[in-house]
């Protein structure tokens, strides 16, 4: 089959190029190899079982986004028209919400040389239809979902060197549309409050604050890299502005109205979902979304009172039920409030690293895999939204996770698998070893990177592409 969004005769130019010989058994050959090249890209020491749950995961996460432009270089564009994309392919699809957490940051390490080419595919659209994507497919932009998140890709990709174009080109597209209010977000509100108030912005007004600082955050970054001081405090006063939602009587985010007064009556379990009207929440509750400020963990902490009270607050997060939680299809994979099957909660079990209970994240991403990634058709607790649930678990199958997923930085967490070897870009292989690792024993006794002990509990990105060995020495009996 030939496909092409531009016209029939390109959909024959593409099968006819992509396929010249017409040999079923061959393009069967070929395809095999393809995949197997991808998949070989990291090696894994485990059983059967294990193995088909990890490559389906890295599977999974290499779908998407997909190719767009014709052999040609030809696409059809935001604006209807057709374009050519020079020199870089167009992709489409882009499930932005969900992948810039992990999947997006799992491409930059596993496939580098094409970052560029979403970032280049990001910016037409900026150019054909005057804003950055939020979940683009095919030639529209679905305006499905909050936040903008084509931002925290794009700033990755520029601080780890990713992108080859005009990185001024880049920030101009993030900062007008970060600033410029249009369908998805009122920046006048947002400015003049510091927050979506719920009375004003009547669907996901926390949801959306929460989002927005991050993704200011992003622009901060490379705002400062480009050397624009005045945009970098403007964007970085905005990150701040999910304090402005923390209701420290409850110990949550908690919907505002313009007068400065919280939603009364407040149900901290109440979910609601994008698709609805009303609701302070994007896919989620209070409980949920509390824990949304990847950027600044450290602030959470000193808000919620220290590293006691922000644990003890974890603590609940994971035991806590609730029977009269309105039902939301895409909250799944239940541990009390925590849902993994959704992606707002992702980073949330590596939080208890931050307040020095290591060892209750390693049980949490013990029993997660035990319980949410099996081999079999029901085998994931939800939507694998384009490869980010599958990403989650590659990367905490290594030993370590982006929680803030700008800038190169991993948190430790605990391997799942006793030897996984990542080969890199120019012949380099990064391996990790769980060294005693068992069933019972899943909690970390210490971590050493090329020999030298680790006493952070992180590990950066440049550590990785460098080459090298990280050793996690597993035991029975919790650390920290």
């Not at 993030?174 to 009547?202: A, C, M, Q, R």
């Not at 669907?203 to 604050?209: A, C, L, N, P």
């Not at 509750?285 to 600044?296: E, I, L, M, P």
């Not at 035990?370 to 058709?377: A, G, H, I, T």
Request: hydrophobic share 35%; proline share 4%.
């Amino acid at each position: 089959v030939g496909i092409s969004a531009v016209s029939v005769e390109n959909a024959k130019q593409n099968l006819e190029k992509e396929i010249p010989g017409w040999d079923f058994d061959q393009v069967l050959a070929d395809t095999r190899s393809v995949w197997n090249k991808e998949l070989s890209k990291i090696k894994i020491d485990a059983t059967d079982s294990v193995s088909t749950v990890f490559y389906t995961a890295l599977y999974h996460s290499l779908l998407a986004p997909y190719l767009y432009s014709d052999v040609n270089g030809e696409y059809r564009g935001f604006d209807g028209k057709t374009h050519k994309a020079e020199g870089f392919n167009q992709y489409t699809v882009f499930s932005l919400w969900d992948t810039f957490r992990a999947e997006n940051p799992l491409i930059t390490l596993l496939n580098p040389n094409i970052v560029n080419d979403f970032v280049n595919s990001m910016l037409t659209q900026y150019e054909e239809y005057g804003l950055l994507p939020i979940w683009p497919l095919w030639s529209s932009e679905t305006n499905c979902m909050i936040g903008y998140h084509a931002v925290p890709v794009i700033v990755d990709a520029y601080l780890k060197g990713l992108i080859t174009s005009d990185p001024e080109r880049a920030y101009a597209a993030i900062k007008e549309s970060l600033t410029l209010s249009h369908l998805n977000s009122d920046w006048e509100v947002y400015d003049k409050y510091g927050y979506y108030p719920f009375d004003i912005i009547e669907k996901e007004s926390v949801s959306r604050t929460l989002e927005s600082a991050y993704d200011d955050y992003c622009a901060a970054l490379m705002a400062q890299a480009l050397g624009k001081e005045e945009d970098y405090r403007f964007f970085m006063k905005r990150a701040g502005y999910y304090q402005n939602l923390f209701d420290k009587q409850t110990g949550m985010m908690r919907g505002k109205d313009s007068t400065g007064s919280w939603r009364v009556p407040f149900n901290m379990f109440s979910l609601s979902h994008a698709s609805s009207h009303g609701g302070d929440y994007t896919e989620g509750n209070a409980w949920q979304y509390t824990w949304h400020v990847q950027h600044d963990v450290e602030g959470l902490i000193s808000l919620m009172g220290g590293k006691q009270a922000f644990s003890t607050k974890l603590d609940s997060l994971f035991y806590l039920r609730s029977e009269n939680a309105v039902n939301v299809l895409d909250v799944t994979g239940l541990i009390g409030q925590y849902a993994h099957g959704n992606e707002p909660s992702h980073h949330v079990a590596y939080l208890y690293t931050y307040v020095d209970k290591a060892y209750k994240t390693q049980e949490l991403i013990r029993e997660i895999f035990d319980r949410f990634y099996l081999p079999e058709p029901s085998g994931l607790c939800g939507n694998d939204d384009c490869g980010q649930m599958s990403a989650w678990y590659i990367f905490s199958a290594m030993g370590f996770y982006p929680v803030n997923p700008v800038g190169g930085e991993y948190i430790i967490g605990a391997p799942q698998l006793k030897r996984i070897v990542l080969h890199l870009p120019e012949n380099k292989t990064f391996t990790v070893e769980a060294v005693n690792l068992s069933k019972q024993n899943k909690y970390v006794k210490a971590v050493a990177l090329n020999g030298q002990e680790i006493t952070d509990f992180r590990i950066q990105h440049k550590d990785i592409l460098a080459g090298g060995h990280l050793i996690f020495t597993m035991s029975d009996k919790p650390g920290n």
